[in-house]
């Protein structure tokens, strides 16, 4: 499976911090990812962590200042800065900053900065009295302006017992930033994507829902896919156990009214809209202040329909020309084909992802899915079982077709 930071060249810097364990963690991530990871350490740096912790995690060489003066040091901070397809400190130090803010060339990550011409991102790692003083405000400013991206730092408790902004980035959040930056210039780059995801809970008393057995799992590998082809992402999402991917704009909503009304809200400038939630079909005609106990006359639970939720995207579209492109998507127990192409001409879409909720590895929870994708011109592919992140690759590349049919 590709993503951005597949092959990706990265060159990872290590300043002196404490947070500098945070750094291997971020190394190893990136390599499971398939990233080429190169790592400069400075001399504070090697006070906290070693070059070999990095050559583990790594399998490959981890530079300090000791290789500036050797051989090929007059070069070597040329090369590593000329191969990289992105420059990350993480962390970077007051320090550091003060000298890439000023244009300090004085050791060979400092000096490897200054010939860099890729996108650059740090996460700065700091007391808070360091990180909140003007002149580090006033030398990170500067960094901003030269278009480097600033990763935190986070609220948190920081190596000197006090609690305060300084705390480094996780390395999870940090990956999800350089996921984002690697991604510019995609398929989908400039296009505004809205994916809902999860279940809807529709309550009947103060302790009691009607729900579904939906994840969000799929919906969640759609927006990340919309990401990394450099998408901009709504995510509007039912109550799901799932952290949303980095960059994406979140909203969370509740009952399939909530999820209609930020559904709508978003159409204006939506140029493609997946609607991969699993929506649900009823909720109920009252609902009670007070717990509704056994046996009691309120116990028998009445049911109404919920709202078409892509009846009224339709609508819209039809008047107003938003989404250019609108997916749906049909969980279905039989006649998943018949049922899927009447789903796909009575909502007007452009595409359907079907799948058998039975089938074994596909549907709701699992890591995997086995869908049907079917066409207004009645056309369908039957794509393999594969992980649900490779089926919304498939589906967002789907997407990029179909936008490119509609600027035709």
């Not at 912790?53 to 090369?79: K, M």
């Not at 191969?83 to 990550?109: C, E, R, V």
């Not at 509704?292 to 939720?309: A, F, H, Q, V, Y």
Request: with cysteine.
């Amino acid at each position: 499976m590709s993503t951005p930071l597949k092959d990706a060249r990265i060159l990872l810097g290590v300043t002196g911090s404490i947070a500098c364990y945070k750094a291997a963690d971020l190394a190893s991530k990136l390599h499971q990812a398939g990233s080429l990871v190169d790592v400069i350490l400075t001399g504070s740096a090697e006070r906290f962590i070693t070059p070999m912790t990095f050559q583990s995690v790594t399998g490959r060489r981890a530079y300090t200042d000791t290789d500036l003066w050797g051989g090929q040091g007059h070069v070597l901070h040329i090369g590593l800065a000329k191969d990289a397809d992105l420059l990350a400190i993480a962390p970077i130090t007051a320090n550091t900053i003060a000298k890439l803010s000023h244009g300090i060339a004085d050791n060979l990550l400092s000096l490897t900065a200054l010939a860099a011409s890729c996108p650059f991102l740090i996460a700065p790692a700091m007391d808070g009295g360091m990180y909140s003083h003007p002149a580090t405000q006033a030398n990170i400013k500067i960094l901003e302006q030269r278009r480097v991206v600033v990763a935190g730092p986070a609220q948190g408790h920081l190596a000197s017992g006090q609690a305060g902004m300084g705390r480094m980035l996780e390395p999870e959040d940090i990956l999800g930033n350089l996921r984002r930056i690697l991604a510019r210039g995609g398929a989908l780059d400039g296009r505004k994507l809205v994916v809902s995801a999860g279940p809807t809970r529709e309550p009947f008393d103060p302790v009691r829902f009607i729900s579904n057995h939906s994840s969000g799992k799929q919906g969640f590998a759609l927006a990340q896919a919309g990401l990394d082809l450099g998408a901009q992402v709504t995510l509007i999402s039912g109550p799901v156990d799932l952290q949303p991917p980095h960059g994406t704009h979140t909203v969370n909503v509740q009952t399939a009214a909530e999820m209609l009304q930020a559904v709508m809200s978003s159409l204006p400038d939506c140029d493609a809209l997946v609607m991969a939630a699993a929506v649900g079909d009823f909720s109920p005609a009252g609902y009670s202040d007070g717990k509704i106990k056994k046996g009691s006359p309120e116990s028998e639970i009445r049911l109404k329909n919920t709202p078409d939720i892509l009846g009224e995207v339709a609508k819209y579209k039809d008047r107003c020309h938003r989404p250019l492109v609108t997916v749906g998507f049909a969980a279905e127990t039989q006649d998943l084909l018949a049922n899927a192409r009447g789903k796909l001409a009575a909502k007007k879409l452009d595409l359907i992802v079907a799948n058998d909720i039975t089938t074994e590895g596909a549907g709701f929870k699992v890591d995997t899915n086995d869908v049907l994708l079917v066409y207004p011109d009645g056309t369908s592919q039957d794509l393999p079982l594969m992980s649900k992140a490779e089926v919304a690759q498939t589906v967002m590349l789907r997407i990029v077709d179909l936008l490119g049919n509609q600027a035709d």
